[in-house]
């Protein structure tokens, strides 16, 4: 008897367990382990994109604007990054300097030269501030003007004349640099928005046919030792230097020694995803965002799961996954928010005739981490799971814990999600995105225990909302 029965234990129970592990699975979310506070997430309009949203008529405007920045019909963005310009002039997408002509000199009176209006980005700020109450601001700068630079032009690379290795017959412009850009900072101070990051470099790590400027660790740090005392001086004392936006996460991890000397004088490391992917820590104390990344020549894709091609929503909600959890980003920013054209370096595309506005399921997967982990958030500690998924779990502002289980897999089934430490749950809501489902509304049951639950299918995002109950 006694035998027959382990018998049939043994032979029911691999049976058994595969049963129920593609039935059910469960995720704790362990409060108590804590790790990243998140400022959210974004993208830019920079090169002139903001002037194609405004040229468009003024529904599609605001569908634009609702797609990036609204909470409920859109993705909830709540950081904008903004090109500072360094071109001479405006022509093809050129973003113009606010001194576009060399003043004479570093230590010349400054000319500056404001349109109020900075390619329409004046206009983006206004509206996702005062509309949608977006509080972080990015200005970044692609370079210096060509005359304060080695080789005399914004473009094709070239240092910025003064810091180590790069002299210059004309001097040194590291102080005219730093209040060049403190001005910049002001004119926005004085169009109602406050730039609250500021970058003076973009993927230093390369030259190339538009506005770029090179430096190592080193010729950065030299130039943040300038530029901090200048923005204090000036009473920002509350906005953060930026470096260096590499072109890839090894690039940026390759500056980090040579800028030791200026950690205390820097607020927020930034690296691109370009040329290698953030799949492990910046080996920093320093907050970390990914600044820049976008399937940049693929066509144009608004697939959620078709063959895991570079431009669809899941694969993006796996690139974010791994920049949070595993690369310990506090802000994730996509690269091109709204433009036209054929290619996946925008989410939302311009159709040629400018008679609609196509959001791709890109934006639904970035909307699907925007508007459920919001600025403050801080990251919190989970085990199990669905087997092949990727989970994670934040407690926001306000005491909500959202879990986000991304099964990337074929196979679904149900999946339990259990918060402990005390935390009491008094109602949950479950969003799926999949390839017919924008972020709609999920079935879920919350048991008497606490315990929420939903199906999540295969190929699918699902992020359950928990209300705390006190
Ligand atoms: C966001 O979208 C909702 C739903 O369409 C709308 O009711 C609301 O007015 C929008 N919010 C803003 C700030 O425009
Ligand atoms: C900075 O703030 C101090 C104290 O409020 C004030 O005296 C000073 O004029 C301000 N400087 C600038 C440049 O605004
Ligand atoms: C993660 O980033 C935070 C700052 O946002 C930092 O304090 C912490 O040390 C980082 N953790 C790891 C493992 O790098
Ligand atoms: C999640 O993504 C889907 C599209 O794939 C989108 O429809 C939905 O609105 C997103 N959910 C949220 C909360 O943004």
């Known amino acids: 008897m006694m035998a027959n029965l382990m018998l049939l234990v043994a032979l029911a129970a691999p049976s058994l367990a595969a049963i129920v592990s593609r039935q059910s699975s469960t995720v704790t979310v362990d409060l108590s382990k804590t790790y990243q506070t998140m400022d959210g997430f974004g ?9 194609q949203m405004r040229a468009l008529s003024p529904e599609l405007q605001r569908y634009s604007l609702d797609l990036l920045f ?11 990054r903004n090109g500072i310009g360094s071109s001479p002039d405006s022509s093809s997408d050129h973003m113009v300097s606010i001194q576009p002509k060399n003043p004479g000199g570093p230590n010349a009176p400054p000319k500056y030269v404001w349109d109020g209006n900075d390619n329409s980005q004046v206009w983006l700020s206004t509206e996702a501030a005062k509309t949608y109450g977006v509080k972080t601001f990015y200005a970044n700068a692609w370079s210096a003007p060509g005359y304060m630079k080695t080789n005399g032009n914004d473009a094709n690379g070239g240092s910025l004349c003064g810091v180590t290795g790069a002299t210059c ?4 412009w590291k102080q005219a640099y730093a ?15 406050d730039i609250t990051h500021l970058g003076f470099l973009n993927e230093p790590d390369l030259a190339t046919s538009y506005a770029s400027m090179r430096a190592d660790g080193r010729q950065a740090a030299d130039f943040i030792k300038v530029l901090r005392p200048t923005l204090d001086k000036a009473n920002y004392t509350q906005v953060k230097i930026t470096c260096c936006d590499a072109g890839g996460w090894s690039q940026q991890a390759g500056m980090l020694g040579q800028l030791s000397s200026v950690n205390n004088q820097l607020g927020q490391i930034t690296a691109h995803s370009y040329m290698s992917q953030p799949t ?39 690139t974010i996954y791994d920049a949070i959890v595993r690369a310990n980003v506090t802000g994730y920013l996509y690269w091109i928010g ?30 699907n981490w925007s508007r459920f982990v919001r600025p403050g958030a801080v990251r919190v500690g989970t085990s199990g799971g669905p087997s092949g998924a990727k989970v994670s779990a934040f407690r926001n502002v306000g005491g909500t814990v959202s879990v986000q289980v991304i099964q990337g897999g074929a196979s679904g089934g149900a999946v339990n999600v259990k918060v402990g430490n005390g935390f009491s749950a008094k109602g949950v809501k479950a969003w799926i995105t999949d390839n017919t489902r924008d972020v709609a509304e999920l079935a879920s049951t919350l048991g008497s225990d606490g315990t ?19």
């Open 70 to 80: 609204n909470r409920t019909s859109g993705a909830g963005f709540t950081i904008l």
């Open 179 to 193: 209040n060049y850009l403190v001005q910049y900072v002001t004119y926005y101070k004085e169009a109602g928005v």
């Open 43 to 51: 993208t830019s309009e920079t090169f002139q994109r903001a002037n």
């Open 280 to 318: 492990s820590p910046l080996n920093t104390k320093l907050p970390v965002w990914q600044t820049e990344y976008a399937d940049l020549q693929g066509p144009w894709t608004e697939a959620w799961y078709s063959n895991n091609g570079a431009g669809e929503g899941l694969r993006w909600a796996n």
């Open 338 to 367: 709204v433009q036209g054209g054929p290619t996946n370096s925008k989410m939302i595309r311009i159709s040629d005739d400018k008679k609609s506005v196509i959001p791709s399921k890109r934006l639904w997967a970035m909307a």
């Open 169 to 172: 017959s004309s001097g040194d």
């Open 452 to 470: 929420a639950s939903a199906n999540v299918p295969g190929r699918s995002m699902v992020t359950f909302v928990l209300e705390p109950a006190a």
